[in-house]
């Protein structure tokens, strides 16, 4: 089984504050993507990253592939409330995917 | 916007009876996924399926879990006897194409509560 670890668990931060979530792994993974969950709904797909070293910019969303496609970090610039939920990286190949356990975060106005 | 959809959204049942979730993927997606989220815990991969065949399945779906493309629009995962364990809430997805780009979309899911 190939493990996802996502950093930190929770994260409580105030509305404009920067921040970065990890997620890493002993595997490397031919893709992985970041995922973000609303309470009672299913995960909705942010971004895919597939080459080693790629970064993709969504707005205020930075997601960065590790060189290695072992890890991945997701960061925010300038959080809002809007912000607030589940964020999740999952990998794996095209038949089978492994998800981290998630990021819950909360920005305060 | 197409849409994956699933019914019931929430299943109760007693231990011991069979359930059938039902998701109907996006019309023209080839290959489904049933995942599963105990309350509190990650996104666990269930199955795979393309082309009325299983791709790919986990540990967890062993011979009490079955799943099935019984007509063109639905796709079903059965759990023949349900146990507590089996309480959580399970996700089907589907896909349009094979690329690592080709996004999963996630139906609202279905609770299960097995009492």
């Known amino acids: 089984t190939q493990l996802l670890e996502q950093s930190p668990q929770f994260l409580s931060i105030q509305e404009g504050e920067n921040l970065t979530v990890y997620c890493n792994s002993s595997?490397?993974?031919?893709?992985l993507q970041w995922y973000r969950q609303e309470p009672g709904e299913g995960p909705v797909l942010l971004v895919t990253?597939?080459?080693?070293?790629e970064v993709k910019k969504l707005k205020r969303l930075t997601f960065q592939f590790g060189d290695a496609r072992k890890d991945s970090s997701l960061h925010i610039t300038a959080a809002q409330p809007g912000d607030t939920g589940l964020y999740l990286c999952?990998?794996?190949?095209?038949?089978?995917?492994?998800f981290g356990s998630g990021t819950k975060l909360n920005v305060k106005p | 916007e197409p849409e994956v959809t699933q019914t019931p959204s929430h299943q109760v049942t007693q231990m011991g009876q069979e359930v059938i979730l039902r998701c109907v993927p996006i019309?023209?997606?080839?290959?489904f996924y049933w995942y599963r989220q105990i309350l509190g815990q990650k996104v666990e991969f269930l199955v795979s399926?393309?082309?009325?065949?299983?791709?790919?399945k986990s540990e967890i779906f062993d011979d009490q879990f079955s799943v099935e493309r019984p007509d063109g629009s639905n796709f079903t995962l059965k759990i023949r006897s349900t146990k507590l364990e089996d309480s959580a809430m399970y996700f089907c997805?589907?896909?349009?194409?094979?690329?690592?780009?080709?996004?999963?979309?996630f139906g609202p899911g279905t609770r299960l509560t097995v009492l």
């Open positions: 997805a589907s896909r349009g194409g094979t690329s690592a780009y080709n996004e999963q979309f």
């Open positions: 595997s490397v993974f031919s893709s």
């Open positions: 990253v597939v080459t080693g070293g």
């Open positions: 999952a990998g794996g190949g095209f038949n089978k995917f492994y």
């Open positions: 019309s023209n997606h080839l290959y």
């Open positions: 399926f393309y082309n009325n065949e299983i791709s790919e």
